[in-house]
């Protein structure tokens, strides 16, 4: 079955779309509220890249990805974006990454912090959040709840604790 096949019988639902080249390897890779929608966009030519048209014509296969809604299909694209590094995705692949919550267990306080950097050893991650306003609401609410260090504490220097110290926090 070729891609335009599969494109055409796609499922009207959020999910993520991969298409290969003849040895099977990813050369691009997009996510979609609406699968058939957006593949059918790629069998009329309605594309303003000329990169796209290029892909597609080396495009053989077309796999294809069910999510239950767009946050899942954006967090699957960029983690797939990340491992495969499709060569027709030039204009996704940047730098910025989810939002992760961090809990630094290294410290002799721990912390919970917004963490969008490369995993340390010595910390526990969670996530990733496609809304880094609900990971930080979520960082309030862990802080208030368990009370657990917002600020770091310098135990070198022996200066005074943080103003949630202070209010027993």
């Known amino acids: ?60 296969d077309l796999e294809i990805i069910v999510t239950t809604n767009e946050a899942e299909a954006l967090l699957l694209e960029d983690n797939l974006l990340k491992r495969e590094k499709p060569r027709y995705n030039v204009a996704l692949l940047d730098d910025r990454s989810y939002p992760y919550i961090e809990f630094t267990m290294g410290d002799k306080f721990p912390r919970v912090l917004l963490s969008r950097r490369r995993p340390r050893k010595d910390s526990i991650y969670f996530g990733p959040f496609a809304s880094a306003s609900a990971a930080r609401k979520t960082i309030r609410l862990l802080q208030q709840v368990f009370r657990i260090a917002v600020c770091s504490y310098d135990f070198k220097r022996k200066r005074d604790p943080c103003l949630y110290w202070h209010i027993g926090r």
């Open 1 to 60: 079955m070729s891609w335009v096949e599969k494109a055409k019988s796609a499922p009207q639902s959020p999910g993520v779309y991969i298409f290969k080249d003849g040895s099977g390897k990813p050369i691009y890779i997009g996510k979609a509220a609406n699968l058939r929608k957006r593949l059918e966009a790629y069998i009329r030519g309605n594309l303003h890249a000329e990169r796209l048209t290029k892909m597609l014509q080396q495009a053989q």
